[in-house]
């Protein structure tokens, strides 16, 4: 065992040393750093005379508010483990989340009644039942109020590999898997995160937090709280980019955490000219990679505040960075085009073939990496961590390549390539001169069987508001830009994408439409 401190110390010092700087402001209200400990503090004493403790784990399934935004502190300040969900996600799926993680404790949002219920009765490790806003008791403003009296006054002692927050992928592969982040690994993470994605951080920055945070808002919103910066929560659980752009004028917002999806929303609204943000210090963005045209336009609307890293929530987003001074808007042969970074501070990349072995620069093959960002491996799940860390390596499922100068490019996942007349294929590369051609907005290519080549691809594109494609004139755009065994064999036009919980579009979905569709 290892001693290390708790992550709960994070917020206690930060209210200590900023007792009546704004914490967190979310519709008309604003919670000072001295309330927010202090609410914390009191759901902690609640939580620990009802019942968890040390270990425990506490299932949280809500929408943002100040609410989920406490409840992990309160949990790590007691040593339980916090496990949030998406919210988007179906009742059996909650209900199997918190009987995997055999959860002592459900904190439902009231807008959720028929998952509380199946996770009630999916679950019979459940002790405590909490509502997160109006509704059923007790509440979490009750716990709040039952903890004042004899509110925690220490945090619980932890070692570096105790567990304190399970993070579970999205599961497009097959069931979710809770990834074990732990005090001494979390404390890492924010280090580097305040380091390589937000130099500078201090109380006098204000963020806004745009996604979900049970994901990887809520480890950016954590950094945060490191350094006294408020955190601006939008009103509502859905994006509304006008109201976002008016926060971010009204908070002077320095920075914020999104995916390629929501930062190519906010950029290609029209009230992202309608006010002042010029504020904006770091506007990062992960999750997926972000097509170049939409990068382009991206830093001609904001400048150069944008940064790109890429990690996975195992690897708790500490993989690589691309800061602002690393951005292009021309295709200058010098800068990393395309790439999205180098190794974080602390953080070892390799590319690794299939018997682990490293390959040279400029070698595809499968990314890999190692460092205290990993996190200490799934939860109750020897089979998928044996895979995982095969080699001594984390194995991340992303193909990509390095330069001589360790800027690494993904080219896809390894489920993602297909292989057509003996030949890898690599859809992102497809995708990205598909967003070349005009009015086309989304560009989402898939491998499916051929009789002839083995697999074939087939590009589906959503054509821009107003704007008509030809088939014909878009494939013909691909002549002289990509050999001819890349191209799809058909391309087909839909009106929308598909897209998980997260944001991203999921491509096993694409291809079972299509095949539902008959366009396969």
């Known amino acids: 065992m290892i001693p290390t401190s708790n992550l709960a110390s994070l917020l206690l010092q930060t209210a200590a040393r900023l007792p009546e700087r704004p914490g967190l402001v979310w519709r008309e209200r604003s919670w000072s750093w001295a309330e927010i400990a202090g609410r914390v503090r009191a759901a902690a004493a609640t939580l620990r005379a009802r019942g968890i403790g040390s270990g425990d784990r506490v299932l949280v399934h809500a929408r943002n508010g100040n609410a989920i935004f406490e409840s992990c502190w309160a949990c790590w300040l007691i040593g ?8 988007r996600l179906s009742p059996p799926e ?6 995997n993680a055999g959860c002592r404790a459900h904190l439902f949002d009231p807008g959720f009644p028929q998952h509380r219920e199946a996770a009630r009765e999916g679950n019979p490790a459940c002790s405590l039942e909490v ?10 403003d009750d716990l709040v109020a039952e903890g004042r009296g004899a509110p925690v006054g220490e945090t619980a002692a932890v070692d570096r590999d105790h567990p304190a927050w399970l993070f579970y992928t999205s599961g497009t592969t097959g069931r979710p898997k809770g990834g074990t982040l732990t005090h001494g690994q979390l404390a890492f993470v924010v280090t580097n995160h305040i380091a390589d994605l937000m130099p500078g951080l201090s109380h006098r920055d204000a963020s806004l937090v745009v996604a979900p945070l049970s994901h990887g808002a809520g480890i950016h919103a954590m950094a945060q709280v490191a350094r006294g910066a408020v955190s601006v929560l939008l009103p509502g659980e859905r994006l509304d980019v006008p109201e976002a752009w008016r926060l971010v004028e009204k908070h002077r917002v320095s920075n914020m955490f999104t995916v390629p999806t929501i930062l190519n929303a906010l950029c290609r609204d029209p009230s992202v000219d309608a006010h002042d943000h010029s504020s904006l210090r770091h506007v990062i963005y992960a999750g997926a990679p972000m097509y170049r045209e939409d990068q382009k336009h991206a830093l001609r609307k904001l400048g150069f505040c944008l940064v790109q890293y890429f990690g996975l929530g195992e690897v708790t987003g500490n993989i690589t960075v691309l800061p602002p001074e690393w951005h292009s808007i021309e295709d200058d042969p010098t800068m990393p085009i395309g790439s999205c970074g180098y190794p974080r501070t602390g953080i070892e990349v390799a590319i690794l073939d299939a018997e682990n072995r490293r390959l040279p620069p400029g070698a595809t093959g499968e990314i890999c990496v190692r460092g205290p960002a990993v996190m200490a491996g799934y939860f109750e799940n020897p089979e998928a961590n044996a895979k995982a860390f095969a080699g001594g390596w984390f194995h991340t499922g992303d193909l990509g390549h390095l330069d001589e100068r360790g800027f690494l490019t993904i080219t896809g996942r390894q489920s993602d390539m297909y292989i057509s007349g003996g030949s890898n294929v690599y859809p992102r590369e497809i995708e990205e001169v598909l967003l070349t051609f005009p009015g086309v907005a989304e560009a989402c290519v898939v491998g499916v069987p051929h009789e002839k080549w083995g697999e074939t691809g087939i590009a589906v594109l959503v054509p821009e508001p107003g704007a008509t494609l030809d088939p014909a004139a878009v494939m013909a755009h691909l002549d002289g830009r990509l050999g001819r065994y890349k191209w799809p064999s058909r391309i087909v036009l839909w009106d929308a994408l598909p897209r998980s919980g997260y944001g991203k579009v999921p491509k096993n979905e694409v291809r079972r439409l299509l095949v539902e569709r008959g366009e396969a």
């Not at 339980?80 to 919210?87: I, M, S």
């Not at 509502?131 to 979490?140: I, L, N, R």
């Open 80 to 87: 339980a483990v916090w496990v949030p969900t998406n919210f």
């Open 94 to 99: 909650v209900a199997w989340l918190a009987a």
């Open 131 to 140: 509502t997160m806003g109006q509704g059923e008791s007790p509440t979490w």
